[in-house]
């Protein structure tokens, strides 16, 4: 199970077992994607995230401010392959993101 230790930890390689190396960036590398994305907003404003699922219930941030909102226009899908923890190249596993498109019918 994911949770703010394992993230804080960042320890991908032996909890999701054998996975390509290329598929994983280290804590420098990350920290550093984080600085450039964060130096390309034009008035250094606060940043909202938009969450669903674990990110609502186990973040691995502290929130200053929730606030409940929608996406209008998109809608959860099992459309996310993921070939590291929860399945390989040749049986990829899925787990749900945000698809483009109005709510199916169901």
Request: with cysteine; charged share 20%.
């Amino acid at each position: 199970m994911l949770t703010r230790e394992f993230l804080l930890k960042a320890d991908c390689k032996t909890s999701f077992g054998d996975i390509e190396e290329t598929l994983l960036w280290s804590c420098e590398q990350r920290a550093a994607s984080l600085a450039a994305t964060l130096a390309c907003r034009p008035d250094h404003s606060p940043v909202w995230i938009f969450g669903y699922g674990s990110l609502m219930w186990n973040p691995i941030f502290e929130a200053d401010e929730v606030a409940s909102g929608s996406l209008e226009g998109w809608h959860r899908a099992f459309c996310l392959r993921l070939i590291a923890g929860r399945g390989t190249s040749s049986h990829p596993g899925r787990m749900l993101a945000l698809k483009e498109g109005a709510e199916p019918a169901g």
